[in-house]
């Protein structure tokens, strides 16, 4: 769905830092979402943290640089690195360009999906975190 | 004036390779009158006002007692005995408080312009063309720190051939426009904008003006320069001048400078891809911590971190390489010399 300027796909749980968690199974996919690169603009450097990492939900995995600010990353999920997107180092503006696809940012082993997807946020429960935003 | 329009890199780039337009009506401005206001601001500023000429431009400090920097300013000399003067906007009450109190002992009135003067800055290798087609004067013959009265749309405007972002251009003043009756800075900036539309023009915020002048090793006031920093420190002793008899702070500028100068300013260049320097990180060389940055951003033209750093004065050597603590990793840099980039192919200077 588009909620005000921002794409926020259904098949995704969201968390309150502004984080997108696509879940298969065990294996997650983390990235930042529209919202998020829309506010952070013209993203520069990118920095997860190692594969093979332990992970908290909620927790910095990571930090997000544009030309004037340093935002952390916090994981949505807990769990082990097992990918990190390397293009990324290359090509940070790809967080912005298609923050859904080819600006995902890690995949992680999931120890406990329920537990960590109680404390996660539905795509219309987001819709309605971002417009209290811009309220 | 917003942190950006289109986006800090598009609009850092047009001012590098083109032109761009800032809003900086927010910066402080007075004018200075008076039969001894040459002398007064001999003395409460660092440079030397009495090279000044009508129509031209200096740039210079202003010290307390102890040398450290009050505010840098732009003074220009409108006629003799009447000088216009551009300072920060952050240090607007307390420099005009400083300039009234000063001002009283030595007979020079100073009245703030600030909200009756609209100020736009016109910069880029294109800012000559673009400005060109909408004034009333001859362009070519207004030399860097040289300046000119002239209409622009229709309106009395004043032209400084100065900037804050190592490019040629004009700081642009709309004259008699209070803020309460802004139409004919509005006119003006639309005016100038159409102007500059064949030259791909763009309105440019606070974020490139932060990038711009941090590639061409200018001062940001609160980050690179304060009342704790001397601009001998600050590796501003071009607007020094401890010859003249008097002005504030030169006892202790003249102490310093024979006592020697423990630190200095620099710019530092990242070597490796990585984290991007920011304001207040340490900087390291061979297991010491030799000094901290100032200021620190993504470049948009060299697309690499830069910085600003005051380092201990022995270690203040270009080429030498040093470490940025950005995020508890030592991360390489190499001091180079200001502008960080190639003055032959960018800023003013650049080969035409």
């Known amino acids: ?13 969201y968390s309150k830092e502004h984080e997108w968690l696509h879940l298969e199974n065990k294996e997650a996919v983390i990235g930042i979402t529209d919202y998020a690169q829309k506010q952070l603009h013209e993203i520069v450097y990118v920095e997860i943290q190692k594969k093979g990492t332990e992970i908290k939900q909620l927790q910095t995995m990571g930090t997000v640089e544009s030309v004037k600010s340093v935002s952390d990353i916090f994981s949505p999920a807990t ?42 946020l539905t795509p219309q429960q987001y819709a309605e975190y971002i417009k209290s935003l811009e309220e | 004036m917003p942190l950006w329009y289109k986006g800090i890199i598009p609009e850092h780039l047009a001012v590098r390779n083109n032109v761009g337009i ?30 000044l000429t009508p129509l031209s431009a200096q740039y210079t400090t202003m010290c307390n007692q102890n040398g450290g920097i009050k505010d840098d300013l732009i003074i220009s000399q409108l006629e003799p005995n009447k000088y216009f003067t551009v300072y920060n906007a952050a240090n607007r009450q307390k420099d005009h408080n400083w300039l009234q109190q000063n001002a009283a002992t030595l007979n020079a009135k100073v009245e ?3 909200d009756q003067i609209a100020m736009f800055a016109v910069q880029g290798p294109k800012a000559e063309a673009t400005l060109q087609k909408i004034v009333d ?39 008699d426009t209070p803020l309460t009756k802004p139409e004919k800075a509005t006119t003006a900036w639309n005016s100038i904008l159409e102007a500059g539309e064949e030259f791909k023009i763009e309105p440019c915020g606070l974020g490139a003006r932060d990038t711009l002048r941090l590639e061409a090793g200018m001062c940001l006031y609160g980050n690179d320069i304060d009342e704790t920093t001397t601009p001998l420190e600050a590796s501003l002793s071009f607007v020094v001048k401890l010859k003249k008899e008097i002005f504030i702070g030169k006892e202790a500028l003249v102490k310093q400078k024979a006592d ?18 920011r304001p207040k990180q340490e900087v390291w060389r061979d297991n010491n911590k030799i000094g901290y940055t100032t200021s620190g951003t993504f470049s948009p033209l060299l697309e690499c971190g830069v910085a600003m750093a005051y380092v201990s004065t022995e270690h ?35 080969e035409k």
């Open chain 2, 316 to 350: 203040a050597i270009e080429g030498e390489t040093v470490s940025v603590k950005v995020r508890n990793r030592l991360q390489k840099a190499e001091i180079v010399k200001f502008p960080l980039y190639n003055p032959t192919r960018y800023g003013y200077m650049r």
């Open chain 2, 260 to 277: 020697g100068i423990k630190r200095k300013r620099i710019g530092l260049r990242m070597l490796e891809k990585g984290p991007n320097p």
């Open chain 1, 79 to 120: 769990g082990k690195i097992t990918q990190v997107n390397t293009e990324l180092s290359d090509r940070p503006e790809l967080l912005n360009q298609d923050p859904y696809g080819k600006g995902w940012l890690a995949k992680v082993e999931v120890a406990d999906p329920t537990k960590d997807l109680a404390k996660l």
């Open chain 2, 112 to 114: 703030d312009a600030s």
């Open chain 2, 22 to 51: 800032f809003d900086i009506t927010h910066m402080g401005r007075a004018i200075i009158t008076g039969p001894h206001a040459q002398a007064f601001l001999n003395n409460v500023t660092t440079n030397d006002v009495s090279a």
């Open chain 2, 137 to 175: 004067i001859d362009l070519t013959k207004i030399e860097r720190f040289k300046c000119a009265w002239t209409k622009l749309a229709n309106t009395k405007t004043f032209l400084s051939r100065t900037g804050y972002t190592g490019e040629d251009g004009f700081e642009v003043f709309i004259w």
């Open chain 1, 1 to 13: 769905m588009r909620v005000l300027d921002y794409e926020i796909p259904d098949k995704l749980y």
